[in-house]
């Protein structure tokens, strides 16, 4: 693909070469700084000064001043010009023969006495750029001689040439270039380097020589350009490897050079370009009767026989941003990074950048988003370029001013899009996706709120799910740029998680509230409710101002921000009797805050037991005044009092007495409460002749003497035993038929059913006299094995004392057969200080301890045991 590197610009004209002359024809160019030297076929040498002159729209041109020429007399083609500008000399190739012509006045330098200046039968000769002689007042060069096969070094000095080395060659060569000890040559039918000083050599490829000149051409350290056969450019370095690819350039390729980073090739009647990077052919120029083609200096000059022009490259970043202009990315940056060894490293850099980011914005107007992406990335774009090609995304305060000149043709979105919709949401996406990317790295550096900004608005406008985590992380969107947006999707929600996030968490409550009212419309959270009730489970400050709000919309759920709240350091708990003054007015939150208090998290408070119980009788009673009446209700809640009443010991039940007396539907509470101030006779009273409950009866003795002893337990099961076999109350005694004997046969059942918690005798002394034993057969089996299990376990008891008592007299006798020794360094087991005197107690197993410590332990012991292993011998 072809590109603009190079401009073809006249350097000196056929008029100033030859004027009426016509016959003159240019054999070769030698060009040093501005002096422009050329050997013409009437052996003649012509000296130009060229200048370049820039016009006022940046275009070069140059102006040639010829200032001599000089005749050599040897009749013949100036074949070979090479300057020697340390020397001031030029070497000179004429009929045969190198010489040395001063620079200035073209004049033929004389040998030196005992030296010679002149070389002769030679066919061709190169100059080695690369010296490995240190005297920089010295010239090295390689010689082809026309009857030899071989190749000579010469040191060329001011006024004399000295052969230094010879190296043969296997065949004659006809072109050579030297670098450092390096030789690449061609000979008669192949290329080969060749070390002349140690004389080791590399055949490369071999060529055809007829009716074809061959092209040796150094263009870098150790490494040289070459015609190979097939029309190509081969590189070839010192260790005769090809480091590049070759360039494909004409089969009648008369003269090659390279201006990094191309390959300038001339033949009959073009002068080709490659690209040393690609190896593509980027430019062709016509040029006719061509016929040599030099680079000096980075300045490659062209001739014809008639004139001299000098192939002029166009600025690299002109060639770049022509590619670029093409939307031929690839080539441009190709030519970027080719170019970096000849660019100042922070001149480099910056153009490198400033190429990838102009090549992400190709790749996104073509909606190449991934390869856009990648090119932004690597160019380190300031993001801001990009936001500004979307219309109001940047913040109206943000400083930002696009690059110049600019990165892109795109005055906006819309002019990118061409007015199609489908571009302009997928060009949105993409921005989503970037920043969404970038936000968090170097690349958000200093505009991190314009990019915030930019993020929330356009999540606002596709109504993309990460808005919220966007809001709810750490952020730095604008509130005066983001609150017209949000308010213009209906983004309600959204705009109080702003809110909260600049820490303004009032007017965020406030938005989240009318909400919920209804009075502003937002899908966003169906559960907005439960959320704000979570809010302000974790506020302090907000929660006496809005949980009235809460409360009245719904108690259940609204009694949460005080039963709910988080522990941790930075957050106060309330004050619970704060809570509850606070809650009077909202009775079922009061309710339910008891209960949390109560229930959950235990508080010992008599004032909230007796609260909450005041409650739930309140509660039952209204239940029960109703018309008709609840039953489930009435049940449940019955249920919750009940519970409490027998769960908790810290209300005040007289006080709750006093308030169910003369509620004959109550009597199960009422007994309970009896039961909690140890009045058990009333309670059974109420159980048995009220209720006739007595399975709860039963179930209350077995309550009540919970976390008790088993005689408390056996005195309540005797009390409920008398109330049944006492029988109806006074004035009550026939006051249900056969009621007496519903008592007896509940007493028979209690007996059978808990015979192991009564005292047998006491039971059979106050049993009726008529009663058949065939009834208590149950409750006698059980008293009997009760009877006979508790002997046997004394005896066992007493066997085990017996055993221990003997195994304690063993290891007392064991102990009196050996001294006890007590010394002021040993310590008492028991206190652990040291012995005083000699007067102590042994302990089984043979330790001393002092007699005063096992007296106190004595003392203390609830079984008063007196020890009887003591001992005083020492």
Known sequence: MSVKAFELVPAVERDLLMGDKARINIECIECCGKHLYMGTNDCFIHHFLLDEVTSSKGKLSYSAQKLLHKYLGLKKPVAELRAASALERLIVLCDGMV???????????PSAAGGGAKIRGVTAFCINENPVNGDPFCVEMGVLSSKRRMVQIYMVYEDRVQLVKEVSTPEQPCAVSVDGYFLCLALATQYMILNYNTGASQDLFPYNSEGRRPIVKRIGREEFLLAAPGGLGMFANAEGVSQRAPVNWSESVIGAAVCFPYVVALDESFITIHSMLDQQLKQTLSFRDGHILQDFEGKVILASTKAVYVLVPLPLERQIQDLLASHRVEEALVLTEGAQQNIPKDKFQILHKRILQQAGFIQFGQLQFLEAKEYFRKGQLDVRELISLYPLLLPASSSFTRCHPPLHEFADL?????????????????LITYLGEVRSTEAANGCREDVDTALLKLYAEQDHDSLLD??????????????????????????????RSNG?????????IRVADGDLQDSTRSDLYEYIVDFLCSSLDLVWKYADWALRKDPAMGVHIFTKRPAMKELPELNPD??????????????????????????????VHTHLAVLYLEEVLSLLSQSPADEEQISRAREKLQSLLRESNLYRAPFLLGKMENCEQLLLERATLHGKLEEHDKALHILVHKLRDFPSAEAFCIWASSCRDSAYQQQLFHLLLGVYLDGNPPGKAQAAAGGGGDLEMAAVDLLNRHGEVFDAVRVLRVLPEGWSLQLLRPFLGRAI??????????????????????????????????????????????CH???????????????????????????????KRQLTNSSNHT
């Open 504 to 512: 303004q968490d009032s007017a965020a409550l406030e938005l989240w």
């Open 470 to 499: 966007l809001l709810a992380s750490d952020n730095a969107c604008l509130l005066a740029d983001s609150v017209p947006w949000l308010e213009k999707y209906q983004k309600y929600f959204a705009l109080g998680l702003l809110y």
């Open 833 to 863: 200080n040291t012995f005083s005197e000699p007067d102590v107690v042994c302990l089984p197993g043979g330790v001393p301890v002092h007699t005063h410590c096992v007296a106190q332990r004595v003392r203390d012991s609830p079984t």
């Open 785 to 830: 094995r009760a009877s006979i299990h508790g002997c046997r376990t004394s005896q066992i008891a007493l066997g085990l004392a017996h055993s221990e008592n003997l195994q304690l007299l063993h290891d007392r006798l064991k102990d009196r057969k050996k001294p006890i020794f007590v010394s002021e360094k040993k310590g008492c087991h028991l």
């Open 414 to 430: 819309n002019h990118l899009a061409q007015g199609d919709q489908e571009t302009v949401l997928r060009c949105k996406k993409f």
């Open 578 to 607: 704060d809570v509850i003054s606070y809650l009077g007015k909202h009775s079922q939150a009061l309710l339910l805050y008891l209960e949390h208090l109560v229930l959950e998290r235990r508080i010992q408070k008599e004032k």
């Open 99 to 109: 010489f040395l012509v001063d620079m200035v006045t073209l004049e033929t330098v």
